[in-house]
């Protein structure tokens, strides 16, 4: 019953930006904390950015996403959303949307209840 799908990757030039989305269904999206993951070519499943249920200031990156990336949700539309700026080749990765009730299951367990399939985001140099 529970989806994420996830929107708005695809091929870009390095140096361009990209706002990924991800719609969530099944679930009461205001009680879950978001986040997003991505899994570059030959490497493990890396964490990128969470966010607390209520938005606002609460967000956290992991170091590699400080400064480009920014996290965000719409409670009423059910979504969260990612801004990426400056895409460099290295951000090249398939980024999945999460869910769980626990914030710390997302930004630091990395075992979040619920994934996305995934969007490919392919920057090119």
């Known amino acids: 019953q529970v989806q994420l799908v996830e929107s708005g990757g695809g091929l870009v030039q390095a140096g361009d930006s990209l706002r990924l989305s991800c719609a969530a269904s099944g679930l009461d999206f205001s009680e879950y904390a978001m986040g997003w993951f991505r899994q570059a070519p030959g490497k493990e499943r890396e964490f990128v950015a969470g966010?607390?249920?209520?938005?606002?200031?609460?967000?956290l990156y992991a170091d590699s996403a400080k400064g480009r990336f920014t996290i965000s949700r719409d409670n009423a539309k059910s979504s969260v959303y990612l801004q990426i700026n400056a895409l460099t080749p290295e951000d090249t990765a398939v980024y999945y949307c999460?869910?769980?009730?626990?914030?710390?299951?997302?930004?630091?367990?990395?075992?979040?209840?619920?994934w996305g399939q995934g969007t490919q985001v392919t920057v090119s140099s």
């Open positions: 966010i607390k249920r209520r938005g606002g200031g609460s967000q």
């Open positions: 999460a869910a769980d009730l626990s914030f710390h299951e997302i930004v630091e367990v990395h075992m979040p209840a619920y």
